[in-house]
């Protein structure tokens, strides 16, 4: 499929996908708490998704019931604006 050709500066023919650290925890035999285990850093989780080449949903920001994950064309940060230059006849 073709992409149009955009003319908007903060249009992006590429994607985005925000990673952040992932917390893994395991469940107490005695007490049946879920206590934390470890902290994946963001870094490393990115890494994952790039060798194993998936990106896992999850229920967290969603209202509902199905697990979902966000990807977005536009970039994070507004285009810079251009400086406008005075000029006097």
Same mark, same amino acid.
């Given at each position: !499929?073709a992409? *149009?050709n955009?003319r908007?500066?903060d249009f992006?023919? @590429?994607? /985005?996908?925000l990673t952040k #650290?992932r917390? #893994?925890? $395991?469940q =107490? =035999?005695?007490? %049946? ?6 902290v /994946?850093p963001g870094? #490393? /989780? %990115?890494?994952?998704i790039? @060798? =194993?080449? $998936?990106?896992r @949903?999850?229920?967290?920001f969603v209202?509902?019931?199905? *697990? /979902? !994950?966000?990807? @977005?064309e536009? *970039?994070l940060r *507004?285009?810079?604006?251009?400086r406008m230059? %005075?000029q006097?006849?």
């Amino acid at each position: !499929m073709a992409f *149009p050709n955009i003319r908007r500066s903060d249009f992006s023919h @590429s994607l /985005v996908h925000l990673t952040k #650290e992932r917390r #893994e925890y $395991v469940q =107490d =035999d005695k007490t %049946l708490e879920q206590k934390l285990e470890r902290v /994946v850093p963001g870094f #490393e /989780v %990115l890494k994952e998704i790039l @060798s =194993d080449g $998936v990106i896992r @949903s999850s229920l967290g920001f969603v209202k509902g019931t199905r *697990p /979902v !994950m966000c990807l @977005s064309e536009i *970039p994070l940060r *507004p285009p810079r604006r251009r400086r406008m230059t %005075l000029q006097w006849a």
